[in-house]
């Protein structure tokens, strides 16, 4: 740790270099000061790279460095290192490998014993979590949810009796169809934030349970425009809760059986009594 304000870049070490999620005026000094430095930068997108780099007149060379190139390239960005060539990494926007590239240069750089050095910066799932208004003593971030219906919803289905706050990230043209498949899963109830456009001029940060935000988005087709954060509310945990499994075997069950014997099975299955699963089924099915 050092109080300098100054920044010395060093020799053979690789710089994890986080950059705005919208907002230019939200990179660090300390940021520029390494982009300016390095020998090159390793970019996700090399011309998005470069109108950021441009704003601020730096004019360090650029490396394409994506999902589709980087465990082919990153041992020869490594071999650079450890010749003494200083290098960042940064991502088209936010923090390096938050579900973006990086995780196998980083990894590799670790075991070849090549230094490496990460920059606090933004974070769209940070950014969102300060300002949602949920318990954010302890969340998860789920990254970007499965493409397919089925999917999201074992997806949900995994994560229904845990009590964290849980992150996701999700695209305008899915937002709506994971929406659904999450309220299949965990119930209308559920409380949600959607932020969007996080330090934009649209920038959204609205709260609601799933039963209300589906309508409230459906009002207005600019409200699912944008880059999206998901927070999701963890399950809470009551004495009179029924165990997520027990409910989820009598859904399935009902579909082929009357709701009595299904009430019936699930309760012998996961030790609850049938006369809470029976009513359970009517409130809900």
Not at 111 to 121: E, I
């Amino acid at each position: 740790m050092t109080d300098e304000t100054s920044t010395v870049v060093d020799v053979s070490t690789l710089y994890i270099v986080p950059t705005p999620i919208g907002n230019l005026g939200d990179i660090t000094q300390r940021a520029l000061s390494v982009l300016a430095q390095v020998d090159l930068i390793a970019a996700e997108d090399t011309r998005h790279t470069g109108k950021l780099l441009s704003h601020f007149g730096i004019t360090t060379r650029t490396y394409a460095l994506h999902d589709h190139n980087e465990q082919q390239k990153a041992d020869s960005l490594i071999a650079r290192l450890q010749n003494g060539e200083k290098i960042a990494l940064v991502s088209d926007a936010g923090t390096p490998l938050i579900s973006d590239p990086g995780y196998h240069l980083v990894h590799r750089c670790r075991a070849a014993g090549v230094r490496v050095v990460p920059l606090p910066g933004p974070c769209a799932i940070i950014t969102a979590l300060s300002a949602s208004g949920l318990p954010s003593d302890r969340f998860s971030f789920e990254g970007f949810l499965p493409p397919k219906s089925k999917g999201r919803q074992d997806r949900f289905t995994e994560l229904a009796a845990d009590p964290r706050t849980m992150i996701f990230y999700e695209s305008p043209h899915r937002i709506m169809d994971a929406l659904d498949d999450m309220h299949a899963v965990l119930g209308s109830e559920r409380r949600v934030v959607l932020a969007r456009e996080l330090t934009k001029t649209y920038e959204t940060i609205h709260g609601a349970t799933l039963g209300e935000l589906i309508p409230w988005l459906k009002e207005d087709p600019n409200r699912v425009r944008g880059e999206m954060v998901l927070l999701v509310a963890g399950h809470r945990v009551e004495k009179s809760d029924l165990p997520v499994e027990a409910t989820r075997a009598v859904k399935l069950l009902s579909a082929e059986l009357p709701l009595k014997k299904a009430s019936a099975i699930a309760a012998e299955l996961y030790s609850v009594k049938k006369n809470a699963l029976y009513k359970w089924g009517l409130e809900h099915l």
